[in-house]
């Protein structure tokens, strides 16, 4: 009996094994492909590893002129891999891999160890191919760090109740506030499922509940804001302005930029003076009309734009729910109210965040959406064992045809979703068309066996299962075979180029699996440009001066030299008056100003060209303008070896006279 045991362990072990690495190869194979990720915080990254400095106050460039507009725990992580491996792709990209391996493993224990190694299993299963989970990790934001934080939450919530200690909570109150300083507010988002199932399961009396969430509350506002307290106390003369905020203050940046701004479209959060907006629906292979990222309301999560990131097995885990809560019912009190506190959590879990960005009114990037897959995971996860249990023995008839309804409704909502590609649905069709017609044939089968013969029916059950799991593993597949915009990651068939109209032959996936391990290169033109400034840099503090941080952080990951962004992220940022920039200048600390030819036309007013968005009411107007009114355009021949500067793309203006001795162009 002990040996069976044993090999049944070695079994559940190998298995939880296999997808934990099936999940690490998705988000780190190809790592090369995605370059440095999202280059604003890999230059913050960059920056941060060259001093202590720099490193506690997340600073964006290599002199401490501005922050970036995150908490410091995702980078700081990022930045240890730095300096333990150096600056490559490789350092920047394999904590997100790792951050989505223990991720999908704690999921797997956690279901597992309430609901069985099935449910457990199924769960890890959705959450590694859930395809917004596997894009959000191969770039270097902060979300894959922060869905680890919050489920080593869920576990310590999980304990607690278990066990009624208040080490284990005051253990998820430290660990919150660690998501806190991960992404600010947006960590708080699970706290009515902690409280909720808190409440609800733990077997201590009312009064040393409440004792425990008040100690809770306090342990929690303590480490949330530790960091933010110590920038806003530092002097501001003696760290970099907090980017993104208004007043230069981080508590400003927590309930403005990063929220309350987020829930009001009248407060563009990125793409001021310069852009970094997603594709468009067109752009990414949907052949719908265009989708509009910034409209909420309840059916958001089954508009293809968003569903095609996340929502692939949302009718199974509505439905799985509703056949676990079943199932759980005619349970003996002591398991039923275990199973019910953990069902309760992850539908809160669930409900919570469906509810947040259905309604969210400035989703700018999807991968936002990452915070959902791990509850739909698990309720799809617990209500697919336990709806196959009612299926093969026990339930009513009603009960029995839960199962088929989950999986045919899935089915059926994914091949509404490959509509929108034809050649993709030519080819991934059959394989849903297969779990429809297996989860038809489910109860036939079940009628018709009896005895042992009923393990056919689950069998089948698991069939349908692979069956419907195959098109949304193949979009996350796609983040693999192309590259991920760090800026805005997502995962589909529009990363492939032309393939969203054709399905990859195999001779295209061979050639694009071929595992490039080496670090990209800067463009050309960053390149030439980038000597050049070095070059006639002199005793400048900075290289160069940008409105915004569109092409500070490609020379500062080229060059590891400062850049100053004068107006943070999105250009609007009040960081230098006119006077303090002047007198930069006339001190030597800044000789150029690198600018969008685009804000030059908008500052002049050329005819025939459109100005650039955010102009209007910037605070940087003023600055801008003078530069430009008192400074020279260096002729692009003279860095970039043609008159040419790439369709005007970008200007360069020399704020200050040549030092004697220096080359005249």
């Not at 951050?99 to 299963?125: D, E, P, T």
């Not at 576990?155 to 278990?162: D, L, N, V």
């Not at 001021?272 to 990414?284: F, G, I, K, Q, V």
């Amino acid at each position: 009996m002990e040996r069976i045991c044993s090999n049944r362990q070695k079994w559940h072990t190998g298995v939880a094994t296999l997808i934990v690495l099936m999940a690490f190869f998705l988000s780190f194979y190809n790592f090369a492909y995605d370059g440095f990720g999202n280059p604003y915080y890999s230059a913050a990254v960059k920056s941060m590893a060259m001093s202590w400095h720099n490193f506690f106050y997340v600073s964006f460039d290599p002199a401490g002129f501005i922050s970036v507009d995150k908490p410091p725990v995702a980078l700081w992580i990022e930045t240890a891999f730095v300096k333990l491996f150096g600056f490559h792709s490789f350092s920047l990209m394999l904590p997100q891999a790792l951050a989505v391996s223990g991720s999908v493993s704690i999921l797997y224990h956690l279901v597992k160890k309430r609901f069985g190694f099935a449910a457990g299993c199924v769960a890890a299963l959705l959450l590694a191919v859930t395809p917004i989970f596997i894009a959000a990790a191969r770039s270097n934001n902060p979300d894959a760090v922060l869905v680890l934080v919050l489920l080593l939450a869920v576990w310590s919530t999980s304990t607690a109740i278990e066990t009624g200690y208040l080490r284990y909570v005051v253990l998820t109150a430290v660990l919150l506030g660690i998501g806190f300083n991960t992404k600010m507010l947006v960590a708080y988002l699970i706290l009515p499922a902690i409280v909720t199932s808190y409440l609800f399961g733990v077997r201590i009396h009312w009064k040393k509940k409440a004792l425990h969430l008040g100690i809770a509350v306090c342990v929690l506002l303590v480490v949330s804001f530790c960091w933010v307290a110590a920038v806003d106390l530092t002097p501001p003369a003696d760290r970099p302005y907090v980017g993104s905020s208004s007043n230069n203050t981080e508590m400003n940046l927590v309930f403005g930029y990063n929220g309350l701004n987020r829930l009001d479209t009248s407060k563009p959060i990125a793409g001021n003076l310069h852009t970094r907006s997603a594709p468009s629906s067109a752009a990414s292979g949907v052949q719908t009309k265009k989708a509009n990222r910034d409209t909420p309301g309840p059916l958001r999560m089954l508009e293809i734009y968003i569903a095609e990131q996340v929502s692939w097995f949302l009718p199974l885990a509505a439905i799985g729910a509703v056949g676990a809560y079943i199932c759980i019912r005619g349970m003996k009190k002591e398991q039923r109210r275990s199973q019910l506190s953990a069902l309760l959590f992850w539908g809160c879990w669930t409900a919570t965040m469906l509810l947040f960005f259905s309604f969210y009114r400035n989703l700018t990037h999807r991968y936002y959406l990452n915070l959902i897959a791990p509850g739909i995971a698990a309720l799809g996860g617990i209500g697919f064992a336990a709806m196959v249990k009612q299926l093969v023995h026990r339930g009513k008839r009603w009960q029995k045809m839960l199962l088929p309804a989950g999986l045919i409704l899935s089915a059926v909502f994914h091949l509404i979703m490959l509509w929108h590609y034809p050649a993709w649905f030519a080819a991934l069709w059959p394989l849903d068309a297969l779990c429809i017609g297996l989860a038809i044939v489910m109860p036939v089968i079940r009628m018709k066996v009896h005895g042992e013969r009923a393990s056919v029916t689950t069998r089948v059950a698991y069939a349908a299962l692979a069956c419907l799991l195959v098109t949304p593993a193949v979009w996350s597949f796609t983040t693999v075979m192309a590259r991920v915009n760090g800026s805005d990651a997502y995962a589909g068939p529009g990363l492939l180029g032309t393939c969203p109209v054709v399905f990859p032959s195999p001779a295209q996936l061979s050639s694009r699996l071929g595992g490039d391990v080496e670090d990209p290169s800067p463009s050309g033109e960053i390149q030439s440009l980038s000597k050049y400034l070095i070059l006639h840099r002199q005793n400048a503090t900075y290289l160069t001066a940008t409105p915004g941080t569109a092409f500070a952080d490609k020379i500062i990951l080229y060059t590891g030299q400062p850049v100053m962004a004068i107006g943070g992220y999105n250009g609007s940022n009040p960081v230098l008056s006119l006077d303090t920039f002047r007198r930069f200048v006339r001190q030597g600390k800044v000789r150029y100003l690198l600018i969008p030819a685009s804000s030059i036309s908008s500052l002049h007013g050329d005819v025939g060209i459109p100005p650039a968005n955010g102009w209007k009411n910037n605070p940087n107007l003023a600055l801008l303008d003078w530069a430009m009114q008192n400074g020279s355009i260096v002729n692009s021949s003279a860095y970039l070896g043609t008159s040419d500067t790439g369709a005007n793309d970008l200007v360069l203006v020399r704020l200050a006279p040549l030092q004697t001795g220096q080359l005249q162009y």
